[in-house]
């Protein structure tokens, strides 16, 4: 399938697409991903939005194009359609080439050590709580041995924070 629209911008985009398959795909740039990046005024857009463009127009508003044959550096027209960002990733997941998420707490935060910006473990919290329930030492001394601030060790012996841990 010819592309409609011929100019400039246009010529210079498919001279970059080996059309010699069934997929035709884009020799220029890549992302890591594999997604072809054409650069327009100096700004990366992807290949497969501007074949999508130049056959068949602007892109509605909210919406992808999206890749029938899971081919990301294709920018052949046919193989191209546009779909939700839901329907997207519903699509990569069913075939495989999305991650599925993990079930996490209703607020949607991972909690304690599962979060990867967590500075402390399972093991410290109950013993800065223990600490604090003996009442020998002051919060200051607790945080300074953890190397934490004494508002947490507070937060903490308050169940403020990390109130999973028994």
């Not at 005024?41 to 899971?70: K, M, N, Q």
Request: charged share 20%.
């Amino acid at each position: 399938m010819p592309p409609k629209r011929t100019s400039p911008l246009a010529e210079h985009f498919w001279s970059k697409v080996d059309r010699s398959g069934d997929c035709w795909l884009w020799l220029a740039s890549r992302r890591p991903n594999g997604y072809g990046t054409y650069y327009v005024d100096r700004v990366p857009l992807l290949a497969h939005r501007i074949a999508w463009e130049l056959t068949y127009g602007s892109l509605p508003r909210g919406l992808f194009v999206c890749h029938s044959c899971d081919t990301p550096a294709c920018v052949r027209p046919d193989h191209l359609l546009l779909g939700s960002a839901r329907a997207n990733l519903l699509d990569a997941r069913r075939k495989g080439r999305a991650p599925v998420a993990t079930p996490r707490p209703k607020t949607g935060r991972l909690r304690g050590e599962q979060n990867p910006a967590a500075r402390l473990t399972v093991n410290s919290v109950v013993e800065m709580r223990g600490r604090v329930a003996a009442g020998i030492e002051p919060y200051a001394a607790i945080a300074a041995a953890f190397g934490v601030s004494r508002s947490l060790v507070y937060q903490l012996a308050h169940r403020k924070v990390w109130r999973h841990v028994a």
